[in-house]
């Protein structure tokens, strides 16, 4: 639902709740309508609106925690992968490949976590170096990764 169309809604309702009561003031007896009677409908409505407040201030507390427990997350996550990036950089051009890779991945996985663009895996896939995805065959990935140990083994005992 649309918000123009709920704000819609919500003010067809709020004018024909007016206009229901204005209707059933006619009704009502005398007695109903006297000063302690209006009264107390007044410190109802201000107990609802109170606790309204309330509930509204808690929700968006819980929305702001939530919002910066996840920016934290995020500045965490990038605080280590330039660390990864520079620690990569110091075993030479052996270790290029992995850093290439590895910068791909960054902007669909930052729009994953987002969720501000709705991603599947086969996008993923097509927008990272080779057409490699996040899901790939575990055997090829166990030899990539003994292949890239072995060029750093070499490169430190160079």
Do not use: C
Request: proline share 4%; aromatic share 4%.
């Amino acid at each position: 639902m649309t918000p123009s169309a709920l704000s819609g809604i919500i003010f067809v309702l709020t004018l024909s709740g007016i206009f229901l009561g204005s209707m059933l003031r006619r009704t009502l007896p005398k007695h109903h309508l006297s000063e302690d009677a209006q009264d107390t409908v007044r410190l109802g409505v201000g107990l609802i609106a109170t606790i309204a407040a309330l509930v509204l201030g808690l929700l968006i507390a819980a929305a702001k925690g939530s919002f910066d427990t996840q920016n934290t997350q995020i500045k965490q996550i990038t605080a280590d992968l330039i660390l990864l990036d520079n620690i990569l950089a110091q075993y030479g051009p052996e270790a290029r490949p992995i850093r290439e890779q590895m910068r791909g991945a960054v902007g669909p996985f930052a729009d994953q976590l987002w969720r501000e663009k709705q991603t599947s895996v086969r996008d993923v896939r097509n927008q990272r170096p080779g057409g490699t995805g996040l899901s790939r065959n575990p055997r090829i990935v166990a030899a990539e990764r003994s292949t890239a140990r072995a060029a750093i083994a070499s490169r430190a005992a160079e």
